[in-house]
C-alpha cells in the first residue's frame, strides 16, 4: 500500500479554540483560550492544519515510530525532536481469544513496547519536546502512575527538571521507577494534586504535562502524538480495521488516533474509518452512559477505583465522544471480574498487561454481539502498558511456587502434576 501524505510545515499548524474557534499562533497556551477567558468561560484549544494534505507529494520518511512521522505531526523543531524511540510498536495476530470468540482477524497493539512501557510516551514525547522548544526547562505532571514515569524519563533525555505529584498509596515501585530518572515526587492527598498541579504550573517556569484545572483544559501537544497509532496500523495491516479498541480514561488516546485516520483518509490511504472503541471499567463508565443519554457534554460519575486503575476516571473528555460518534462506534464497559478474566486470556496468549490494558478484550465478547459489528475485518485491541510495573497488585489464585532443599524434594516437585 503506498501510503502518501506531502509534509507539513511549522507554519502549517494553529491553535484553535473549540469553543469560539479563534484561532492562536502555535505557543506555550496551556490555560486555554484567552479569548474565552475574557469572558470568564474555559474555551479547550487544539492543534489544527491551516492546509489540507498533499496526498501527491511526500514519500521519503524514515526512522521508526514518532520519528517516522515528524513531517505529520505539530513539532517547533524536527532537528532537536527527542522521541527516546516511543512509537513503532508491534501489531500481533491473537493466537486463542479471536478463535474463542469467532474473531478471526483479532490483533493486539504492544504499547508496552514503548520506552517507558506504556503509550503515554506518545503523548509526552509530544509535549515535553513542545516544552523545551518554547524555553521550559521544568515540567510538571500529576499522575498515579504511567504518565508519571513517562514524564520523569522525558525530562531526563531532554536535560530538564520534573515534578510528579502522586497521591498517597502510589506502589512504592512508581515511585523508585520515577527517582531513579531524578524527578521530584511530591506525595499528597488525592483531592490536593490538582491543586498542588495548578500552582506549579501558575509559575512562569514550569510546563504542565498532562491535564491541569477542572475539564477540559490540558496541553493541546500531547494529544497529537496519538495521531500515530492510526498511521502505524494503517500501514501494519495495509487497511483501516473495522474496529478499534481502546482502554479509557478520558479518552485522549482515541482521540488522537481519530485525528490521525482522518488524516489517512484525507490521504486517501483509507476509504473509511474503522468504529472506535471506547472500553472502561463498569462504574467508571462515563462514555459508555453518555453516547447512551445523546449527552454532547460527557457525564461526571461518581469516583469509583477500578481494578483496572489508569481508567478509574469519573469523566470523559466531550472530544472522544465526537470521535466515536462520528466512526460509527461504541462505548463499553466490563466487570470488575470481565476484567481480570480478561487480563489472564492475555497471560495465556504471552502477554503481561496491566489491568487497565485488558478492557479492550474484556469487552470483545460484547462488541461482537452489538449491532454492525463486522467479524470478517480486522480488529485491533490496543493494550496500553505492560504489567510489569503492576505485578504487586495482580491476584494470582494460585502461584505455582514450591520450595525444595534437597534434589529429591525438586524432583517430587517436577514430577508433580
Ligand atoms: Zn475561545
Known amino acids: 500500500m503506498q501510503f502518501e501524505m506531502m509534509s507539513t510545515s511549522q507554519m502549517d499548524w494553529r491553535l484553535r479554540c473549540q469553543t469560539c474557534h479563534t484561532a492562536y499562533d502555535v505557543g506555550p497556551m496551556v490555560r486555554g483560550c484567552p479569548n474565552c477567558a475574557t469572558s470568564g468561560k474555559i474555551g479547550l484549544l487544539e492543534l489544527v492544519r491551516t492546509s489540507p494534505l498533499n496526498p501527491d507529494g511526500f514519500t521519503k520518511r524514515v526512522g521508526r515510530g514518532l520519528d517516522r512521522w515528524l513531517d505529520f505531526l505539530p513539532i517547533q523543531d524536527k532537528g532537536a525532536f527527542l ?10 495476530p491473537s493466537r486463542i481469544i479471536g478463535k474463542r470468540l469467532g474473531i478471526p482477524q483479532l490483533y493486539f497493539k504492544l504499547e508496552q513496547q514503548n520506552p517507558t512501557a506504556s503509550f503515554k510516551d506518545r503523548f509526552v514525547a509530544m509535549s515535553a519536546n513542545a516544552a523545551r522548544s518554547f524555553g521550559f526547562r521544568k515540567i510538571v505532571v500529576s499522575s498515579t502512575g504511567n504518565l508519571a514515569i513517562s514524564v520523569a524519563a522525558y525530562a531526563a533525555a531532554l536535560e530538564m527538571e520534573s515534578m510528579v505529584i502522586v497521591p498517597h498509596g502510589t506502589p512504592p515501585g512508581i515511585l523508585a521507577e520515577a527517582s531513579f530518572y531524578n524527578a521530584r515526587i511530591a506525595v499528597t492527598e488525592r483531592d490536593l494534586r490538582f491543586a498542588a498541579l495548578e500552582m506549579t504550573a501558575q509559575r512562569p517556569d514550569w510546563f504542565p504535562i498532562g491535564l491541569f484545572l477542572a475539564k477540559p483544559i490540558q496541553n493541546a501537544f500531547g494529544v497529537e502524538g496519538y495521531r500515530t497509532f492510526a ?63 445523546g449527552y454532547n457534554c460527557a457525564v461526571e460519575l461518581p469516583p469509583f477505583q477500578s481494578v483496572a486503575k489508569s481508567t478509574s476516571e469519573t469523566v470523559s473528555s466531550d472530544n472522544a465522544l465526537d470521535a466515536i460518534r462520528a466512526s460509527g462506534g461504541v462505548g463499553l464497559s466490563a466487570s470488575e471480574g470481565e476484567i481480570q478474566n480478561a487480563a489472564s486470556s492475555l497471560a495465556e496468549e504471552g502477554l503481561n498487561v496491566e489491568t487497565s490494558s485488558a478492557l479492550p478484550v474484556a469487552c470483545l465478547p460484547k462488541l461482537s454481539r452489538a449491532d454492525g459489528f463486522d467479524r470478517d475485518r480486522p480488529v485491533v485491541c490496543i493494550l ?12 494470582h489464585t494460585s502461584p505455582r511456587v514450591f520450595e525444595a532443599s534437597t534434589i529429591a524434594e525438586f524432583e517430587r516437585a517436577l514430577d508433580a502434576k
Open 384 to 395: 496500553t502498558a505492560g504489567g510489569q510495573r503492576w505485578m504487586d497488585q495482580t491476584k
Open 83 to 92: 522521541s527516546l524511540g516511543a512509537g513503532g510498536t508491534a501489531l500481533i
Open 231 to 293: 498511521y502505524e496500523v494503517v500501514e501494519q495491516l495495509g487497511e483501516a480495521p473495522g474496529a478499534m479498541l481502546f482502554p479509557c480514561a478520558r479518552g485522549n488516546g482515541l482521540y488522537g488516533a481519530y485525528k490521525g485516520f482522518l488524516d489517512c483518509k484525507e490521504a486517501g490511504a483509507i476509504a473509511a474509518l474503522p468504529r472506535l472503541v471506547a472500553t472502561q471499567p463498569e462504574k467508571a463508565n462515563s462514555i459508555e452512559v453518555s453516547i447512551a443519554r
